[in-house]
């Protein structure tokens, strides 16, 4: 994969409708990849937020964000943030729809 932000979002959005099948209702990039910082060991972080909260969506929807992008994915809600961490993360996130 490469590295790059615009790759990663325009891969995201092409595949949206099977994110949305997860029960996801809104998924955002932060971390290196959103800063377009990437190296290629770099992992990618995901703050998401579901219709329908289940360890099987969650844990589905991790395994498939890796299988698509070949790399180590990490996946949180929005209210499992940390406080002092949410400001950052939440600023920083590009919401993908």
């Known amino acids: 994969m490469s590295g790059n932000r615009d790759y ?45 909260k289940t360890f099987d969506a969650f844990m589905d929807l991790k395994i498939f964000l890796e299988e698509l992008f070949q790399r180590r994915v990490d996946l949180v809600t929005t209210e499992a943030l940390k406080p002092r961490l949410r400001p950052k993360i939440l600023g920083e996130a590009i919401y993908v729809s």
């Open 8 to 52: 990663c979002l325009t891969t995201l959005r092409k595949n949206y409708p099977k994110i949305q099948s997860f029960g996801v209702t809104r998924l955002g990039l932060f971390g290196s990849m959103a800063r377009d910082e990437a190296t290629p060991e770099s992992d990618l972080d995901f703050v998401v937020e579901f219709n329908i």
